[in-house]
């Protein structure tokens, strides 16, 4: 993918608020997002409205413009800043030689070259598939255009000329093998929910640094890269405490503001997996000028997917490079760290192991020597605060915390002091 040509791409957004710094900031991230689909911007084209042309989404004058900005730079490809309806697409598919897609396709795009599981990819077609169905209609000059590139990637593109027959077929037989990987997974998790293991997921911004930290903290070799959405597919490892106690740690998909409605619904499978955490690890990128958005648009998507009443720890990543205006949020637990600083890595190991303790039950308990295997479990499976050996009675002292309904807090009130 390194060595692809990169597509040349003219940005089109429409500002429909005073808050110019909030639209500079969306269309910064549209160009982003267009680079990490490999596309390279030539131009930028914005336009101040009351509400967005019907149409046009942008006015009859400025969609002349655009012309003859494309007369200049001869584009392959003009992304439109918001999702654009399909009556929108066709005029301006009308009047404009290069291809037009919305800000929702390029985001399907990105997913589509990221996915790496087999459920990924049927999720990414899926989302695309239903985009597309409604757009389907007298596109036909603008879908033979579709030679590949930004906006085509990914399983959905050989379809896209099929009937719609075709296309509802395909839906429901990628729907009928989602359930069945759901099913399986909802299975994997009640055995993990039954074996009592502490979850704690990465949630965040996209980029905000989750992999960079999961990688870190869990021992375990997730994609990471300075690019948007460099994870797609969830990611479990184990992830050891400072005591020793062991829990998992699972990595998600970065979120994104106006992430189409298609994809919430696809990932929210995915999701489902941190609706079982128990400690919600919410990574903010304090380098971003719009961390506080960022912030903001985790929370909502969190409350769309039924997760927001879960623990949080706000980690607020890349405090080498804070910007100058960062204010950490008043709410909630909270610190400020470098994932590549190993000694903020153990301050916050040490502070989620607090946070881990608050949700388990305190244990003080005098153990016979004889005891060896429970000894072991209670190293194991519970957080371990003292172990002592009292010669003359031959037995071990213990204090620790361990999970309310764990299969060995029966053994621990047998030798309960």
């Given amino acids: 993918m390194k060595n692809e040509v990169k597509e040349k791409v003219i940005l089109v ?16 991230e549209l160009e982003e997002l267009t680079q990490t689909a490999n596309g390279q911007v030539v131009s930028i084209l914005t336009q101040k409205r009351d509400r967005v042309h019907p149409g046009t989404y942008i006015g009859k004058g400025k969609v002349e413009e655009l012309i003859l900005l494309e007369e200049q730079f001869d584009p392959d490809i003009i992304i439109f800043n918001d999702e654009l309806s399909p009556s929108q697409i066709r005029n301006l598919s009308k009047d404009l ?11 399907l795009d990105i997913f589509a070259q990221r996915a790496r599981s087999r459920e990924g990819k049927l999720q990414v077609e899926l989302a695309q598939l239903q985009y597309l169905l409604p757009r389907l209609i007298g596109q036909g000059a603008s879908l033979s255009r579709l030679g590949g590139g930004i906006g085509t990637r990914g399983p959905g593109e050989t379809k896209l000329e099929s009937d719609r027959r075709h296309i509802h077929r395909r839906i429901d037989d990628i729907k009928t093998q989602l359930q069945t990987i759901v099913e399986h997974r909802e ?12 979850q704690i997921a990465l949630v965040g911004y996209t980029n905000a640094g989750k992999s ?21 597919d969830p990611m479990t490892r184990k992830m050891p405490l400072p005591s020793g106690y062991t829990t998992l740690l699972t990595d998600t998909v970065g979120f994104i503001q106006d ?3 298609s994809l919430i619904a696809a990932f929210r499978s995915t999701l489902e997996e941190v609706r079982e955490a128990d400690l919600l690890l919410h990574v903010v990128d ?14 909502s998507l969190l409350e769309d997917l039924d997760m927001s009443g879960l623990p949080q720890l706000t980690v607020y990543n890349k405090r080498d490079m804070v910007h100058p205006d960062f204010v950490p949020s008043g709410e909630g637990a909270r610190m400020i760290i470098s994932a590549l600083n190993e000694g903020d890595r153990g301050d916050l190991l040490v502070k989620m192991e607090d946070i881990v303790k608050k949700h388990m039950i305190s244990y003080h308990v005098l153990i016979p020597a004889s005891e060896g295997k429970l000894l072991s479990q209670l190293k ?11 010669e003359e009675n031959q037995i071990y002292e ?20």
Avoid: M, W
């Avoid at 304090?286 to 929370?299: A, C, G, L, R």
């Fill in 187 to 198: 299975r994997y998790r009640k055995r993990r929910k039954r074996n009592k293991t502490f």
């Fill in 398 to 417: 213990l204090t620790g915390y361990h999970l309310e309904d764990h299969p060995i807090s029966g053994h621990i009130k047998k030798f309960q002091r």
């Fill in 259 to 261: 992430l189409p409605t």
């Fill in 380 to 390: 194991n499976e519970t957080i371990l605060g003292k172990l002592e050996f009292l």
């Fill in 97 to 107: 030689s290069a291809r037009v897609i919305d800000r929702t396709q390029l985001i």
């Fill in 212 to 232: 960079t930290l999961f990688n870190r903290i869990s021992l375990a070799d997730s994609y990471e890269e300075n690019q948007l959405f460099a994870t797609l």
């Fill in 286 to 299: 304090s380098s971003n000028p719009d961390y506080n958005q960022h912030e903001k648009t985790v929370q």
């Fill in 13 to 28: 957004g429409c500002q429909l608020e005073d808050d110019d710094l909030r639209f500079q900031y969306s269309l910064e």
